[in-house]
């Protein structure tokens, strides 16, 4: 298991920009694919972006397409999610969130998670 620390949530402004930081702690971080989910106020948490052990693939939700980028930097066993143009709709506590192997989509595959940080955007 690696354990993991989310931080750089806040409030921010509509149009603004945050970057969450996730720091791992463990063995061989590089192994680990990375997540980040999120979960609104009375709704699911739902997958927001993932990424290689390697960090040469990636994937994101429709709805930060273009707006978020999803980075590690494997020497210092930390994943970003860069958050450009926020809207309302973004408000929610991020969680990060760790597994062995290859990336995936579901919270359901990943065994670590983070214990998240808020985000807040006003309109």
């Known amino acids: 298991q690696v354990q993991l620390e989310e931080s750089g949530g806040g409030l921010v402004q509509a149009g603004g920009s945050l970057r969450l930081s996730c720091a791992a702690s463990?063995?061989?971080?590089?192994?680990?694919?990375m997540g980040w989910f999120r979960q609104a106020p009375g709704k699911e948490r739902e997958f927001v972006a993932a990424?290689?052990?390697?960090?040469?693939?990636?994937y994101y939700t429709d709805s930060v397409k273009g707006r978020f980028t999803i980075s590690r930097d494997n020497s210092n066993d930390t994943t970003y999610l860069q958050m450009n143009s926020l809207k309302p709709e973004d408000t929610a506590v991020y969680y990060c969130?760790?597994?062995?192997?290859?990336?995936?989509?579901?919270?359901?595959?990943?065994?670590?998670w983070g214990q998240g940080t808020q985000v807040s955007v006003s309109s």
């Open positions: 969130a760790a597994r062995r192997g290859i990336p995936r989509i579901t919270q359901y595959d990943f065994g670590s």
């Open positions: 463990g063995r061989t971080f590089s192994s680990y694919s």
């Open positions: 990424i290689s052990g390697s960090g040469g693939t990636t």
